[in-house]
């Protein structure tokens, strides 16, 4: 049996149908009103309507919302929903800072309103209706995944370069390119990131390579790669990656097995970059090389590492950048 979903616009339509029929049965206007408590003055009112119109007239008509003198702009609202399907995988208080950088504040929870009332209040939601307009433009496809969050674990550095957190994310199996893997630095007092791509599984000469990167990197910010943490994976503990920190002097920490969240800090990172880098460029274009990898994720860099806001308790809305340069700069030695 089929369900029929009555709303109160259609109860009160029909109740003033049922008014104009006794009224027509009866012949007696007076008697009409007092059975089902109406007044003269509405019961003329809805024949008129009815004689002029037709019985379609007797249904209320819909109201729009009142603009008030405090309200969202519109514009900002088309803004914040575009905003919302370009990056499908920032939540609202990300799209809430990217609407502030340009000159329009909303709070967060304003924000959330707006995309809940426009049926984006969600991360899958938002991922299928980008996925819907890149299949109507041709472009690529991908399933909306779920989000899936790492416990934390508190490290404590006292500067910038004195822990880096090292670890290896396997981004996927591309067509013409193979397997891609993104060996991940980021350093625990700063949040600052860096990311190497690499085809075909990490070796422990990728990762020692990698650690020269960093040593150079950190020294054209004046300071000296003191210490990394990893995990036990073989590119970690292999000869090629122990020799590279030991020719540099860094000190090399290692989790317990099979405890990633004691190295939540580039886990959490992971998280954030797949997010929001990796599943928004694999909707909207196609990679065959691993230097456009490299570029995509290099651009994404910048705006994690200068102008896109932290709000976990340890940052508390600064940026990687805000934090390395209020710091007094140690020069390498």
Known sequence: ??????????????????????????????????????????YYEWKRLAEQYGTAALMPKTRRRAQLPNATPTHVIEQLLTLAVLEPTLGARRL??????????????TAQKYLREAGLGTRRQRVARAALIAAAAGGLV?????????????HVAAGPAELVSLDSFYVGQLKGVGRVYQLTAVDVFTRWAVVAIIVDTPTG?????????????????????????????????????R????????????????????NAVVERFHGTILQECWRPAFHRRRFISRRQLQAAADAWLITYNY??????????????????????TQLAS
């Not at 809430?96 to 909303?106: S, V």
């Not at 960093?214 to 943490?229: K, S, T």
């Open 1 to 42: 049996m089929e369900t029929i979903t009555v709303t109160p616009a259609d109860i009160i339509y029909h109740r003033r149908l049922a008014v104009l029929e006794h009224a027509g049965r009866c012949g007696n206007v007076s008697e009409t009103c007092r059975t089902f408590g109406v007044s003269r003055t509405r």
């Open 96 to 109: 809430a800072d990217r609407l502030a950088d340009a000159g329009w504040p909303l709070a967060a929870s």
């Open 142 to 154: 991908t399933e909306p995944a779920r989000e899936a969050e790492p416990m934390g674990f508190c």
């Open 205 to 241: 000469a990728a990762t020692g390579r990698f650690v020269d990167q960093l040593v150079r990197h950190w020294r054209r910010h004046g300071y000296q790669l003191r210490a990394v943490i990893t995990d036990n994976g073989p590119e970690y503990i292999a000869t090629d990656f």
């Open 243 to 262: 020799a590279a920190l030991a020719a540099k002097e860094i000190r090399h920490v290692r989790i317990p097995p099979r405890s990633p969240n004691h």
């Open 307 to 328: 102008r896109r806001r932290n709000h976990s308790d340890y940052m508390r809305g600064r940026t990687p950048h805000q934090i390395l340069t209020n710091h007094p």
